[in-house]
């Protein structure tokens, strides 16, 4: 399976606690998204990065939220002191340098913290 | 801020029937993306429109970007049962913005 790929799937945590998740993009892209998806809505943007570059993060990403991508393969999001509010899905996607527009998504990582 | 407004919010249909979405803005956008997501799955990229006017076929699925650049339709033609999903309207600017999608029910 060449697509993108998300680790772990699921992660129930206790409020206060840290987390951290993996994205490994499809090889060849060079762009990697996070976003974060609430029921009912759609996913909502919080940053990019372009090689190992971060190069945009939203006013979503408070500063518990910290994103990686160290050499500009796969990348990690980690949320510090986590809160009931951070229960969600967090996707990743990524996309190739001659169509930077089309993102393809993996299956997400479902946070629930208790 | 740039909002999208995606309409219908979900749809019971049945099984043959053709279905028409769509999402609106009162912001331009330079280009439109259409996504299919399932339960517990992240979303699938359905179409991808670049210019206003255009209008572009994916088996079942067309989609289209309004002349004003203000929103964007997508038809699926003789519906069966495996297009039942959430399906998300994205519209990129300065920023990408997702609707909050339409939920397509597809009756027995």
């Known amino acids: 399976d060449t697509g993108v790929s998300q680790n772990p799937r699921h992660k129930i945590t206790k409020r206060g606690q840290n987390v951290t998740f993996r994205c490994d993009p499809i090889s060849e892209h060079n762009r990697l998204y996070w976003y974060r998806q609430t029921l009912g809505q759609g996913p909502e943007f919080l940053t990019y990065?372009?090689?190992?570059?971060?190069?945009?993060k939203s006013r979503l990403l408070s500063d518990r939220f910290s994103a990686e991508r160290p050499k500009g393969s796969f990348s990690t999001l980690e949320i510090q002191r986590t809160e009931q509010g951070d229960s969600a899905m967090y996707l990743c996607?990524?996309?190739?340098?001659?169509?930077?527009?089309?993102?393809?998504f993996g299956p997400g990582t479902r946070l629930t913290v208790t | 801020g740039q909002q999208l407004n995606q309409s219908p919010q979900s749809m019971f249909i049945q099984e043959g029937e053709d279905v028409s979405m769509n999402c609106t803005s009162s912001?331009?956008?330079?280009?439109w993306l259409w996504y299919k997501q399932e339960p517990g799955e992240g979303p699938v990229l359905l179409i991808a429109?670049?210019?206003?006017?255009e209008l572009t076929s994916n088996g079942r699925l067309t989609a289209q970007f309004g002349i004003t650049r203000k929103d964007s339709f997508l038809n699926i033609s003789a519906s069966i049962p495996s297009d039942v999903g959430i399906y998300f309207c994205a519209g990129i600017g300065d920023k990408i913005i997702f609707g909050k999608g339409t939920r397509l029910h597809i009756l027995p």
């Open positions: 912001s331009i956008f330079n280009t």
């Open positions: 990065f372009q090689n190992e570059a971060q190069l945009e």
């Open positions: 429109l670049y210019k206003a006017g």
């Open positions: 996607a990524s996309s190739s340098f001659g169509q930077i527009y089309e993102q393809y």
